[in-house]
Structure formats: C-alpha cells, structure tokens
C-alpha cells in the first residue's frame, strides 16, 4: 500500500495503481479521452494531465504509477489550463453539429465542454472537413469530423476482438480513423465500437437518427440470445426498443456484447406478436377470451387424466423462459397433476462458439437458460430427461396431453419431431408469436419475449441474473409464470404468487444450489448459485 | 594539431570501399575493442570522452549505455538514427556517403558496448545514394568479418540491417522510430518505459545518431584524453556544422565544439550573400529558438547556446538576411510542423494546424489584433503537454520568432500587407 495526497486528501491505496485510478478510489474526476479500463494505455488525448508535486510537467494521471508520498494536484491552476486548452483544440475543427448528432446528450466532448471548457471560441479559420457518414461496416457509420482521434475503436480492434479493421491514417489535421483498404468493419464484436467511442464519430446504423438519447428509458436486463447472458441495457422508447447496449460486468460480459445480441431483438417487434389466447378450429387458430382459454386447457386435461392417467400428461420446459416460468411448469405437473413426465427442450439452437483474443467468447448454446430450467425441473436429484425422448413416449402413446413452453426466438423442429408432435390428442403451448410448435397446437396461450418478462436466467457459468421488463406486453399476453398460476388454480391447485419474487423465493427454498439466493440480492449483476 | 575526426578522410578517393578505409585506420578501433577490451570497459572509455549525442539532445552516449539492463534475459537492440530531417540538418547524409565504414564500425563497437547481436540502420527513405553505398559497405564488412558471426575470431556476433525509412519527420523522434521499424505507422510511444528497458520488439534498446556513432571508433582507437582536446570541457569533440541559407559558402564544416557562431558565418560561411546584413540565425535546426543578428558572438557548444536562449540542435545553422521576412519564414516552419505531426496526440495535432493557419493569415496581411497572444497562448497549450518533444519543437519557432521580431509582425497586422522588402531569387513554398 501506498500512502499518497490528492487535492489534499489523504489516502492509502494499493501499489501499482495509476493516478487516475487512485483518484476514482478518492472519488475525483480526472476528465479523459483515450484512456479505457478495458484496452491498452495510450496517453495521446493529453486531457487527464495532473500536477504532482515536485515534477515540473503535468503528468498524464492515466499512466503514471502513484509512489508512496506522491502529492497530486487535479484542480491547481495549471492543470484547469490545460483542460481548457485541450478542449479548445478538440472544438476548434469539431463541426458543432450536436442538435443532429446522436451522440449529443451522452457525448464525453459535450459533457467535458460543459464542465472544464471556454464558452467562447478564439478560432476564426475555416474548420478542416472530412467526408461525412462513411459507411465502414454493417452496423458503424463514421463521421470523421467528429473524431477526436483517441484510438479507442482502433485498440479494440487489435487487442479485443483481434480483428484488426481499423487504423489510423493521414497525417497532423488530416489524421482520420478509417478501415484498411479493401476491409469493412464487419466482426461480431463491432457494434461495441458505437459505445466506446466518445463522441458522435462511430455511429450505430440502426439507431441512426431514431431518437434524442434523453428521451429514451434505460432498463437494465440480460440478453437472451446465448447462454452467456451478457448483461443489457434495453433503451426504449413509445414501448419500443431503439437500441441495446451492453453493462459492465467483469464476471460475464467485461464492458461488451456481440452483434447478434445487440441487433437481434427485432423478433420483440414482430408483426405477428400473439395478442390473445388462441383455440384450434379446423385448419385455423381462433382468439378467445383468457377465461375462456383456461378451463378449456382444465377440461382437456382433466379428460386425458381421466381417461388416460395422470402419466398421459407431460411438459417441456423451455431455455428461453426464465426459471420462474419453468418453475410454475414444475409446479403444475409435479405438484398439480402428479406427473413424472417432464422434460426440458434442449439443443434448440447451437453454433460454433466464437472465443476473441482478449477472451470474450459467444456461446454455441443460443438458449439464455438451459442451466436453469434443467435446475428447475429437477425433483428429488432426478434430472428432467431431453424433449427427444419425451417425444418418443408421444409416439408410442404413452403420452396423450402436451405442455410446451416456447419463447423460442428462432427455431427449426427436425421433421420426426413435428410429426410426432401431430399425434398428441391435446397440445397446449406457450408462445409469443406463431411457430412450428404452434402449427399442432389446440390451445396457443400468448407469452411474452425478454423486453417485456421480468424473472431469472441462469448462465452457462449457473450466474442467477435478473431480467426487467422494458416495454408493456402486447394485447392480452401474459407471462408464461402467470398463465400457469392461473392453469395450477383451474386444475385444483391453491398456490398463490402475487409476484416473480415470490416464485424466486419458493425457488430458492426448494431447488438445489438456489438456497442461499434471495431475489433482491440478485441485484443489476446476478449471483452465482452454490 | 589535427582538426577533424569525422570527415578527416572525407576527400580520399574510394573511402567508401573497405580497402582504402583499412589503410586509413579503419577497423582498428573495432580490432583494438574486441580483443582488449571488455564491453563495460568500452562504455567507461565513451563516458571519459565526454562524447554527447548528435542527433540534437546532447545527452551522453556512455551514460544512455549503461542504462541497458545486463540482465533482461531479452535481446539488446542497437538502432542508429539515420532518419536526418530536422530542417537545416544535412551531415549525417554526408557521413554515410563518404564514410560508410566509419558508421558501421562505430555501430559494431558499440553493440559490443551493449551486448547487442542485431543493430538497425533505420535511414531516411529519400536517402537513396547513401542507402546504395550503405549497402555496398555492409555486405564488403560482412565479407570481411567485421559483422557476421565470430567477428575477428573474438566469439562477438553481430548482424546489420539497412531500414528504409517511412518517409515522415517524426520517424526520426526515437520511438516513432522503432514504431516504424517494427513495421507500424511512425507514432511516438508514452515514456516511460524508456527504450533502454523497453525498446524495439520490446527488447532493450539504444539508439544513437549517425555522427555520435561515428565518432566511437575514433574514441576507441585514440582514448578519451585525445577525444577531450577538442571542443570545450562539458561539449567535447568536434562537431559537424550544416550551414545554409542567405551565406556565401554553404556546406558541412567539421569544427571544434565551441566555436564562436560569427566565425562560423564570416569566417567558414564567407559572411553573408550579396554584403548584405545578417538578421537572424537558427543555431540547432529549424526546431530551435533563433538568435538575432547581435547574438551571434555566442560559442557553438551545448552549454554556451542554451545560456543564449536557444539549442544546439543538430547544428542546422540557418542564416537569414536582412530581405527575410520573419512572419514569411515562420509561416513555411509552422506548415512544415504541420505537416509533420503523427495526428495522435491533440495539442501537437490541432494546435500546430492553428498556428500555421494564423501565421500564414498574418503574412498574407489578414492579421487580426491578439493574433500574437493567441499564438503564444497556443504554444503554451502545447508547450511540455505533448505525448513527444515534437510539440516542444513547433513552438521553439513560433514563440522566438515572435518574441524578438514583434514589431515585424505588428507591421503585418497593422499594415494590412507584407512590409518586407523580399529577395525575389529565393523561392518559398507558401
């Protein structure tokens, strides 16, 4: 430990560390540009100088190593200067263009000219211009003249995700980041350039001119699009989602997300969002009421059970849900009817898994919660078996009824189990758009997708993370923990849950590795189970 | 007595080839080195003489030797810095054309020094006689075993590799040098790590100047006592002076440190073209703080010329006379650095760009009132806040020029035009 000084307070931290990260420690800003915890240190913006005593130049706070005595200076006289001076020459070629550029309201200049700049402008030349909204990949957009050339994206590109697109190119004032000739900035890592960048220089395509970031709402949540669960932020507007970015967590994500997960949330907008319940006539699926919906559901099964057994009733579970939803499943079929017949879908969707130099790896598992709808749909250590050998008990007719949770955003059913899904006398499913499990489907009970669900993912690494509802669900959709509630009270049952914490709470009572877990706790960063 | 070290043999015809430098002296030193000496002994030898470094520093090359760790467990780099772009500076060219030998010897001395087994030439890309006869004296020192393995049967090893440079002033700041060398774009580092602990490939790493290198054998061969009877007691040995501008006989003179300024330009120069009157002197490069007409009684040497306010530098003298127009010349200096800055780090980058905006604005008599507070207002934004010296170097000019010159630019801005009565024959870029 190193004993130092800053604005005269005194402090004791670790060795080794850098100024500016002692001054975070003390809680003071040291205004930067091109430092990034995540990536190398360049020390080129020149706008985190400090004062230390006793050393004539400022020094840059960002990678000097504090000593053991060091008095520094964040606010003297000639540290205020320099800011000023350094945000005079970022303006003075800046075209000014906030009023229509995205980044204006979350822009590091902005923020920094506000805080430590000059209200006036001294520079009286002509402003030096570059080609304006250059297309250097699928989702970037870059503006050159809003660059203030702290090499952030490039940084990433060599030591995150090691695809090496980007450079810089020209000389003095008519230096610019661009891509290498013949090259786009097309990786799956590309998207985080938008947010490492600090000014309106790389710009998201997607998000081009949607909206004023001040009138978006920010929801902290978890991306469901691989088993990683890199922890989001939905920012939605008028109950749409503009974009997704993602939130630091150094235990899942560090600081990034993948371009599948942060443009593949389009399926949340689908035209064809299943607003009300849904029964079978014929060749077509037609919309009743929930009431409705419900004692059809008891009274088909209560027949099967009947006429069948209580073993004739079976589910699947689905990695797409969270474990609550999962959990009323269980409830319904272990608790309600008493049947052994549960199984979770499994396999739905795997790809190769991409791991990046700096180790950020994207999941060959596309479900969000395979750990934790395994989890809970295990009873007394018995492991749910797989939805391919609970099809084949439909096949010998062993199986007469069908539960099936979906929420899956993309999936492609192997033609013998579609077949085989045929032969049920009763399927009811859950989903929140048509799909092949709804093709067969008596009974279609609209469920929600990740922007409206509130509830629990488990991750690959069995982190419990917390999902929060973005946007309201769409017509009469529900979600899939309060349409089972609903089923399990039609069926007989008396449980009550007025919320997903208390769903969360029973959970962690009941089910293995889950006991020392409590849902506020879970907090915006999750907690791994025991 | 002698006079000259460096260009002592400049006129023997065929020195550039192996066997006329042998009969000259040549590779004695490295002879008398390998086989009597062991390498911190070379580095001692180096620190007696007193020898500084000539690529505009002056720092002390046996001191800068001794910083490189003995047991890294790393290779040892050696990069002689042949990238000669400081405007007004043109000896180093002269060196390796018409001595090769002379460089490579002192290079193979001190990667001895060092412990170093792959030394560099990193040389200015447009140097294309020099980079040909550079080559031709490598491979005849190869052939000759003066590089190559088991050198002169002493169990020393060393290769030598020619680099092209990349073609920017700032590939000549040492570590955008050894950016460029490494095959990336000639942007300067963050010190520290300082090249002796962390250098090329992340090896330790020396890098000395074409002229400092070349004086290392001679040091070795005649001792440090000799090395010190020329020049003055802290700038010792000679010095090549690169003389240009209004004067009558420009050229590269090899002269002790310490010589008067005025005999350099009256004297050497044959005093000023046409009779007529000096105005000012750049002393060390076009980065240095130039000296006005009655400073020029200052003594050549490191000491002597910082007393006056400005540097020894590379030893460019650039001789202006009165038809100069100090707002004109500033103007084509800060364009230059303009032109020059990497683009990495921002004061250097934007502020250079400003500076030349305003001065060139000045000259073509669109002058504003304050456009000279704000130009050194500017070089105070820039000045030590830089990621590398260059930034230092842009303003060197601006704030000399303004400074002892003010009235010439407030006749710009006052005037609305240029006063200056310029000489029409001399032809600059604007």
Same mark, same amino acid.
């Given at each position: 430990m190193a004993n130092i000084k800053i604005d005269g307070n005194e402090l004791q931290v670790p060795d080794g560390i850098t100024i500016l990260e002692a001054a975070d420690i003390a809680g003071i800003e040291i205004p930067h540009f091109? +430092?990034?915890?995540?990536l190398s240190i360049r020390g080129s913006c020149r706008m985190c100088l400090v004062e230390v005593e006793k050393t004539p130049k400022l020094v840059p706070a960002c990678s000097t190593t504090i000593k053991d005595g060091m008095n520094i200076f964040t606010s003297s006289e000639k540290v205020i200067k320099n800011r000023k001076g350094v945000l005079e020459f970022f303006l003075i070629n800046h075209p000014l263009d906030c009023p229509i550029c995205d980044q204006a309201g979350e822009c590091t200049l902005q923020d920094y000219v506000y805080k430590y700049g000059s209200a006036v402008s001294r520079f009286t030349e002509e402003k030096e211009h570059f080609e304006r909204k250059k297309e250097i990949g699928p989702h970037v957009l870059h503006y050159s003249e809003r660059c203030v050339l702290c090499g952030r994206c490039i940084r990433f590109c060599e030591e995150i995700s090691g695809t090496h697109e980007l450079a810089r190119f020209n000389r003095g004032i008519r230096c610019e980041v661009d891509v290498f000739p013949g090259k786009k900035l097309d990786n799956k890592l590309s998207g985080n350039i938008v947010n490492l960048c600090p000014v309106g220089a790389m710009v998201s395509k997607e998000f081009l001119f949607k909206s004023r970031v001040w009138w978006l709402t920010h929801t902290e949540s978890i991306c469901p699009l691989c088993s990683r669960g890199c922890n989001i932020e939905i920012d939605s507007r008028d109950n749409r989602i503009l974009r997704v970015r993602p939130r630091p967590n150094p235990e899942v994500n560090s600081q990034w997300m993948c371009d599948d997960g942060r443009f593949g949330w389009s399926f949340v907008h689908r035209e064809d969002r299943l607003t009300s319940p849904l029964e079978r006539e014929g060749e077509e699926l037609v919309p009743i009421n929930w009431a409705q919906a419900i004692s059809l559901v008891k009274e088909r099964l209560s027949f099967i059970i009947s006429n069948f057994g209580r073993e004739a009733v079976a589910a699947i579970a689905s990695p797409y849900l969270s474990n609550e939803d999962n959990y009323l499943l269980r409830v319904l079929l272990h608790s309600v009817i008493r049947s052994p017949s549960m199984a979770v879908y499994q396999a739905a969707q795997m790809e190769e898994q991409i791991v990046f130099p700096s180790g950020f790896t994207i999941e060959?598992? !596309?479900?969000? =919660?395979l750990v934790g709808a395994q989890d809970v749909m295990t009873v007394d250590g018995k492991k749910p078996i797989s939805h391919g050998k609970l099809l084949k008990k439909v096949a010998s007719g062993e199986v007469r009824a069908l539960y099936i949770l979906g929420g899956v955003p993309r999936i492609s059913l192997p033609v013998d189990e579609r077949e085989m899904l045929r032969k049920v006398d009763f399927l009811v499913v859950h989903n929140y758009a048509p799909s092949e499990l709804t093709e067969w489907a008596e009974v279609v009970l609209p469920n929600l997708t990740f922007a409206e669900r509130e509830g629990t993912f488990t991750n690959f690494q069995g982190r419990v993370q917390r999902l929060k509802p973005a946007l309201l669900p769409p017509g009469e959709a529900k979600a899939d923990w309060e349409i089972l509630q609903e089923v399990c009270q039609a069926m007989g049952g008396e449980m009550s849950y007025p919320s997903v914490e208390k769903v969360f709470e029973e959970i962690a009572g009941a089910i293995q590795g889950y006991k020392s877990l409590s849902y506020k706790d879970l907090g915006t960063q999750g907690k791994v189970k025991g | 007595m002698e006079d000259k070290i460096l260009l002592k043999y400049i006129d023997v015809p065929d020195i550039q080839k192996i066997k006329v430098y042998q009969k000259h002296d040549g590779y004695q030193g490295l002879a008398k080195a390998l086989k009597k000496h062991k390498p911190d002994e070379i580095i001692e030898l180096v620190k007696a003489s007193g020898l500084r470094g000539r690529g505009g520093a002056g720092f002390p090359a046996g001191l800068k030797w001794s910083f490189v760790p003995k047991d890294s467990g790393k290779d040892v780099y050696l990069c002689c810095n042949a990238d000669e772009g400081e405007p007004g500076t043109f000896k180093d060219r002269l060196l390796m054309e018409k001595n090769p030998h002379q460089l490579i010897e002192g290079i193979a001395i001190t990667a001895y020094a060092v412990n170093c087994h792959q030394a560099y030439i +990193?040389?200015? &890309?447009? %140097?294309s006689q020099a980079m040909k006869v550079l080559e031709q004296a490598i491979a005849e020192a190869y052939e000759h075993n003066y590089? &190559? !393995? =088991?050198i002169l049967k002493q169990g020393f090893h060393l290769e030598l590799s020619l680099h092209p440079g990349a073609g920017s002033y700032i590939a000549g700041e040492e570590t955008g040098l050894l950016e460029s060398l490494e095959g990336k774009r000639a942007e300067p580092r963050l010190k520290p790590p300082f090249p002796a602990s962390v &250098?090329? %490939?992340k090896g330790p790493t020396v890098i000395n100047n074409v002229e400092t290198l070349s004086n290392v054998p001679h040091i070795i061969m005649r001792g440090p006592e000799w090395f010190k &009877? %020329?020049?003055?007691? !802290?700038?010792?040995g000679t010095k090549l002076f690169c003389l240009s501008g209004h004067i009558n006989k420009p050229g590269v003179y090899e002269l002790p440190m310490g010589i008067p300024l005025k005999e350099l330009i009256f004297n050497y120069g044959g005093g000023i073209i046409g009779g007529r009157k000096l105005k000012a002197v750049i002393p060390g490069g076009s980065s240095t703080p130039v000296l006005t007409a009655d400073q020029v009684d200052v003594a050549m040497d490191f000491e002597s010329i910082q007393a006056a306010g400005s540097m020894l530098g590379s030893a460019g003298v650039i001789v202006m006379d009165e038809t100069t127009c100090m707002v004109d010349a500033l103007a084509n200096l800060t364009r230059f650095y303009s032109h020059e800055s990497c683009g990495q780090c921002t004061p250097c980058r934007e502020g250079v760009s400003w500076m030349a905006k305003i001065v060139r604005r000045i000259e073509d008599g669109k002058g504003l009132e304050g456009d000279l507070e704000l130009l050194l207002d500017i070089c105070d934004n820039i000045s030590f806040k830089t990621l590398c010296p260059m930034g230092d170097a842009a303003i060197g000019p601006v704030v000399s020029f303004i400074t002892k010159f003010r009235s010439e630019f407030e006749d710009h801005i006052r005037q609305g035009r240029c006063p200056i009565e310029k000489d029409k024959s001399i032809k600059v870029r604007g």
């Amino acid at each position: 430990m190193a004993n130092i000084k800053i604005d005269g307070n005194e402090l004791q931290v670790p060795d080794g560390i850098t100024i500016l990260e002692a001054a975070d420690i003390a809680g003071i800003e040291i205004p930067h540009f091109c +430092y990034h915890k995540e990536l190398s240190i360049r020390g080129s913006c020149r706008m985190c100088l400090v004062e230390v005593e006793k050393t004539p130049k400022l020094v840059p706070a960002c990678s000097t190593t504090i000593k053991d005595g060091m008095n520094i200076f964040t606010s003297s006289e000639k540290v205020i200067k320099n800011r000023k001076g350094v945000l005079e020459f970022f303006l003075i070629n800046h075209p000014l263009d906030c009023p229509i550029c995205d980044q204006a309201g979350e822009c590091t200049l902005q923020d920094y000219v506000y805080k430590y700049g000059s209200a006036v402008s001294r520079f009286t030349e002509e402003k030096e211009h570059f080609e304006r909204k250059k297309e250097i990949g699928p989702h970037v957009l870059h503006y050159s003249e809003r660059c203030v050339l702290c090499g952030r994206c490039i940084r990433f590109c060599e030591e995150i995700s090691g695809t090496h697109e980007l450079a810089r190119f020209n000389r003095g004032i008519r230096c610019e980041v661009d891509v290498f000739p013949g090259k786009k900035l097309d990786n799956k890592l590309s998207g985080n350039i938008v947010n490492l960048c600090p000014v309106g220089a790389m710009v998201s395509k997607e998000f081009l001119f949607k909206s004023r970031v001040w009138w978006l709402t920010h929801t902290e949540s978890i991306c469901p699009l691989c088993s990683r669960g890199c922890n989001i932020e939905i920012d939605s507007r008028d109950n749409r989602i503009l974009r997704v970015r993602p939130r630091p967590n150094p235990e899942v994500n560090s600081q990034w997300m993948c371009d599948d997960g942060r443009f593949g949330w389009s399926f949340v907008h689908r035209e064809d969002r299943l607003t009300s319940p849904l029964e079978r006539e014929g060749e077509e699926l037609v919309p009743i009421n929930w009431a409705q919906a419900i004692s059809l559901v008891k009274e088909r099964l209560s027949f099967i059970i009947s006429n069948f057994g209580r073993e004739a009733v079976a589910a699947i579970a689905s990695p797409y849900l969270s474990n609550e939803d999962n959990y009323l499943l269980r409830v319904l079929l272990h608790s309600v009817i008493r049947s052994p017949s549960m199984a979770v879908y499994q396999a739905a969707q795997m790809e190769e898994q991409i791991v990046f130099p700096s180790g950020f790896t994207i999941e060959a598992d !596309k479900s969000p =919660n395979l750990v934790g709808a395994q989890d809970v749909m295990t009873v007394d250590g018995k492991k749910p078996i797989s939805h391919g050998k609970l099809l084949k008990k439909v096949a010998s007719g062993e199986v007469r009824a069908l539960y099936i949770l979906g929420g899956v955003p993309r999936i492609s059913l192997p033609v013998d189990e579609r077949e085989m899904l045929r032969k049920v006398d009763f399927l009811v499913v859950h989903n929140y758009a048509p799909s092949e499990l709804t093709e067969w489907a008596e009974v279609v009970l609209p469920n929600l997708t990740f922007a409206e669900r509130e509830g629990t993912f488990t991750n690959f690494q069995g982190r419990v993370q917390r999902l929060k509802p973005a946007l309201l669900p769409p017509g009469e959709a529900k979600a899939d923990w309060e349409i089972l509630q609903e089923v399990c009270q039609a069926m007989g049952g008396e449980m009550s849950y007025p919320s997903v914490e208390k769903v969360f709470e029973e959970i962690a009572g009941a089910i293995q590795g889950y006991k020392s877990l409590s849902y506020k706790d879970l907090g915006t960063q999750g907690k791994v189970k025991g | 007595m002698e006079d000259k070290i460096l260009l002592k043999y400049i006129d023997v015809p065929d020195i550039q080839k192996i066997k006329v430098y042998q009969k000259h002296d040549g590779y004695q030193g490295l002879a008398k080195a390998l086989k009597k000496h062991k390498p911190d002994e070379i580095i001692e030898l180096v620190k007696a003489s007193g020898l500084r470094g000539r690529g505009g520093a002056g720092f002390p090359a046996g001191l800068k030797w001794s910083f490189v760790p003995k047991d890294s467990g790393k290779d040892v780099y050696l990069c002689c810095n042949a990238d000669e772009g400081e405007p007004g500076t043109f000896k180093d060219r002269l060196l390796m054309e018409k001595n090769p030998h002379q460089l490579i010897e002192g290079i193979a001395i001190t990667a001895y020094a060092v412990n170093c087994h792959q030394a560099y030439i +990193y040389i200015r &890309g447009e %140097f294309s006689q020099a980079m040909k006869v550079l080559e031709q004296a490598i491979a005849e020192a190869y052939e000759h075993n003066y590089l &190559g !393995k =088991n050198i002169l049967k002493q169990g020393f090893h060393l290769e030598l590799s020619l680099h092209p440079g990349a073609g920017s002033y700032i590939a000549g700041e040492e570590t955008g040098l050894l950016e460029s060398l490494e095959g990336k774009r000639a942007e300067p580092r963050l010190k520290p790590p300082f090249p002796a602990s962390v &250098g090329l %490939f992340k090896g330790p790493t020396v890098i000395n100047n074409v002229e400092t290198l070349s004086n290392v054998p001679h040091i070795i061969m005649r001792g440090p006592e000799w090395f010190k &009877g %020329f020049g003055t007691e !802290k700038s010792t040995g000679t010095k090549l002076f690169c003389l240009s501008g209004h004067i009558n006989k420009p050229g590269v003179y090899e002269l002790p440190m310490g010589i008067p300024l005025k005999e350099l330009i009256f004297n050497y120069g044959g005093g000023i073209i046409g009779g007529r009157k000096l105005k000012a002197v750049i002393p060390g490069g076009s980065s240095t703080p130039v000296l006005t007409a009655d400073q020029v009684d200052v003594a050549m040497d490191f000491e002597s010329i910082q007393a006056a306010g400005s540097m020894l530098g590379s030893a460019g003298v650039i001789v202006m006379d009165e038809t100069t127009c100090m707002v004109d010349a500033l103007a084509n200096l800060t364009r230059f650095y303009s032109h020059e800055s990497c683009g990495q780090c921002t004061p250097c980058r934007e502020g250079v760009s400003w500076m030349a905006k305003i001065v060139r604005r000045i000259e073509d008599g669109k002058g504003l009132e304050g456009d000279l507070e704000l130009l050194l207002d500017i070089c105070d934004n820039i000045s030590f806040k830089t990621l590398c010296p260059m930034g230092d170097a842009a303003i060197g000019p601006v704030v000399s020029f303004i400074t002892k010159f003010r009235s010439e630019f407030e006749d710009h801005i006052r005037q609305g035009r240029c006063p200056i009565e310029k000489d029409k024959s001399i032809k600059v870029r604007g």
